[in-house]
Each structure stands twice: as structure tokens, then as C-alpha cells.
């Protein structure tokens, strides 16, 4: 790595956590109740606090998922949502929501994240096996058509559980559009351990995801073990994906769009790649969930809509530019 690759590589560092601490701080001061001041300190803390802390969560680990999942498998259009890690992470929560938290809340661990995250293994590992039998290392179109079988698949599956369990229709309808508003300290911690582990993991893999771009015999004869390495990534990105969704619900566009646009501007390693989409997809999240406070006040847009509105639009522009370049 040379000077000019360094500076740029720091400069980019530093505007990306700049652009975090001013992303909390709009996060923290603006909302239905008005800007903040001493006397509503209550607010603060306990409504607003947590509900930036959680979308920041969401945000980087989405990001961080996304990216490490187009690494790892060589295709920059797959994301937690193309290869049904939601899907699946959603069937879970289903699940859950329908035998109902009150029954689970003997367990020595809260159910939720771990049935997600049993579901979005078996989604992604359902996505990479079709894929492989009908040729994804040949075309990477492959692999995204498999994943779209699957979320079809676990949809289905949902709306059946939901046809049987009408009780929780409106509780799983909110937390499919995608939620933060209801944010609270004990669903921080909650998923933040989960997160933790799973981005230390796939942190301390991103110079393997970069022996991944030159293809699985070339990572190979350079010292990968390449099977051990795409299976620890697969698990931890669905781990962390998992636990967000299981509390969040479905929010879109995050994991695809934000480490195109970290790879447009601070280039395609992934060892630049995967700790600015961390910080980039937490500034995401949280500057997209302020639009959705203010918009139908009192009531508010979900931020799942908020980040459709605005990332098809970007997601298209990405294709096109991807084409022209092409």
C-alpha cells in the first residue's frame, strides 16, 4: 500500500466517524416532541437515546453483513435480504411472536434472536447450496435467482404461521415495514452482544475477503483455507443480520447500498471496505430514521419505508453507472 493509498484511506476514516458524531447528535436533537433541552432530559435518554443506538446497530451491522456476504461469495448485488437471511430471520420471529414472548420468558435466553438466527442459516445455507448445484460459481446472477426462490419460500411459510396466529398480525405487519421507534435500552442490549461478536469476526477476516476477489483456487495457493474461512464469515454475518432483524424487523437497501457507495469512494479492498461500511451504515440509519419521525406527525413513517424510498432510487443508479462502466 503506498503514501497516496494511506492519506486517502485515513482521510476517508476521519469524515466517516465525523459524519457519525454529527449524525447522533441531528438523531438526538430532533423529533416529535421538538429539539431537546434540560427540562425534557427524560426524553433524551430513555425515547431518543436508544432508538439512535439502535439504529445505529442496525445500520452498521447490516452494512457490515452485506459486505462481507458480496466478499465472500464474489457478487457485489447480494445482500442479507437477497439470500434470505431476513426471510428466514423473519419466519423465526414469527414464530416466536405467535407462541407469544410470555411463554418464552423462563428461558435462561431471550428466544428471539436465537430461532432468528436458526432461521437465517437455514436460508442462506439453502440459498448457497441451490446456487451451487445450478452454477453459481459460473454466474453470480445464479445465486441472487436461488436467493429469490428462498425469501419466496420463508415468505410463504410466514404467511401461513400468520394465517393461524391472526392475534399477531398487526405485531408482525409493524415489524415487517421496519421498526426503531419503539427502541429501548433492554433492546440494545439485547442484540449487542450478538453484534459484537459477530463484527470482531468479520473484521478480523477482511484481508481474506480480499484473497476472495482473485477466486477460490488463487485464495487457496496464497495460504486460505477457503471452505473453514466462507462458512466462519457466512455464520457471523448471519448472526449479527439475525439479531438486528429479530428486533428491528425488515429494513432494506441498507446492506446493498452502503458498501457500494463505501467501494465508490474509498476503493474495493475489503480492508477499507468492511470498517467504513461499520461506521457509514450507523450514519445511514440514523440520519433516514429522522425523516420517518417527522413526516406524519404524530404518527411516523416506518423506517423501513423510508429507506425503500430513498434506496431504490439510489440502487438503480448504481446499476446504471455499474453498466455504463461495464
Known amino acids: 500500500?503506498?503514501?497516496?493509498?494511506?492519506?486517502?484511506?485515513?482521510?476517508?476514516?476521519?469524515?466517516?466517524?465525523?459524519?457519525?458524531?454529527?449524525?447522533?447528535?441531528?438523531?438526538?436533537?430532533?423529533?416529535?416532541?421538538?429539539?431537546?433541552?434540560?427540562?425534557n432530559w427524560d426524553i433524551i435518554w430513555n425515547v431518543r437515546m436508544p432508538r439512535v443506538a439502535l439504529a445505529g446497530i442496525v445500520g452498521a451491522m447490516l452494512s457490515l453483513a452485506g459486505a462481507s456476504y458480496q466478499g465472500v461469495f464474489r457478487n457485489p448485488l447480494v445482500d442479507p435480504y437477497l439470500l434470505g437471511v431476513?426471510?428466514?430471520?423473519?419466519?423465526?420471529?414469527?414464530?416466536?411472536?405467535?407462541?407469544?414472548?410470555?411463554?418464552?420468558?423462563?428461558?435462561?435466553?431471550?428466544?428471539?434472536?436465537?430461532?432468528?438466527?436458526?432461521?437465517?442459516l437455514v436460508a442462506v445455507m439453502i440459498t448457497y447450496l441451490v446456487g451451487a448445484a445450478f452454477g453459481a460459481s459460473r454466474?453470480?446472477?445464479?445465486?441472487?435467482?436461488?436467493?429469490?426462490?428462498?425469501?419466496?419460500?420463508?415468505?410463504?411459510?410466514?404467511t401461513?404461521?400468520?394465517?393461524?396466529?391472526?392475534?399477531?398480525?398487526?405485531?408482525?405487519?409493524?415489524?415487517?415495514l421496519g421498526r426503531v421507534s419503539n427502541a429501548t435500552w433492554a433492546d440494545v442490549r439485547l442484540v449487542l452482544p450478538y453484534v459484537i461478536v459477530s463484527s470482531v469476526v468479520l473484521l478480523l477476516h477482511r484481508r481474506h475477503l480480499d484473497l476472495f476477489r482473485v477466486g477460490d483456487d488463487e485464495a487457496a495457493s496464497l495460504g486460505s483455507d477457503v471452505a473453514r474461512i466462507r462458512i466462519v464469515v457466512v455464520i457471523a454475518a448471519t448472526?449479527?443480520?439475525?439479531?438486528?432483524?429479530?428486533?428491528?424487523?425488515?429494513?432494506?437497501?441498507?446492506?446493498?447500498?452502503?458498501?457500494?457507495?463505501?467501494?465508490?469512494l474509498a476503493g474495493a479492498s475489503y480492508r477499507r471496505v468492511l470498517p467504513l461500511s461499520l461506521i457509514v451504515g450507523a450514519t445511514f440509519l440514523i440520519l433516514?430514521?429522522?425523516?420517518?419521525?417527522?413526516?406524519?406527525d404524530p404518527a411516523e413513517t416506518p423506517i423501513g419505508v423510508v429507506t425503500a424510498f430513498f434506496g431504490a432510487p439510489f440502487f438503480i443508479v448504481l446499476l446504471r453507472s455499474k453498466k455504463s462502466m461495464a
Not at 492519506?7 to 421538538?34: D, E, Q, S
Not at 426471510?87 to 432468528?116: E, K
Not at 401461513?160 to 415487517?176: G, H, K, M, P, T
Open 288 to 296: 433516514v430514521d429522522i425523516p420517518g419521525r417527522v413526516l406524519q
Open 160 to 176: 401461513f404461521v400468520l394465517q393461524r396466529n391472526n392475534d399477531v398480525i398487526r405485531e408482525v405487519y409493524s415489524w415487517i
Open 86 to 120: 431476513a426471510a428466514g430471520a423473519g419466519l423465526g420471529a414469527t414464530i416466536i411472536f405467535a407462541i407469544g414472548r410470555q411463554a418464552t420468558s423462563g428461558w435462561p435466553v431471550d428466544p428471539l434472536p436465537l430461532v432468528s438466527f436458526v432461521g437465517g
Open 239 to 264: 448472526m449479527g443480520t439475525a439479531a438486528v432483524v429479530s428486533v428491528s424487523g425488515l429494513i432494506g437497501f441498507v446492506g446493498v447500498i452502503v458498501p457500494h457507495a463505501v467501494r465508490m
Open 1 to 39: 500500500m503506498n503514501v497516496h493509498d494511506v492519506t486517502r484511506r485515513r482521510w476517508w476514516t476521519i469524515a466517516a466517524v465525523a459524519a457519525f458524531f454529527v449524525a447522533v447528535i441531528l438523531g438526538v436533537m430532533i423529533g416529535p416532541a421538538g429539539r431537546v433541552s434540560s427540562a
Open 139 to 158: 454466474s453470480s446472477v445464479t445465486l441472487v435467482l436461488a436467493g429469490v426462490a428462498v425469501v419466496s419460500l420463508f415468505t410463504a411459510i410466514q
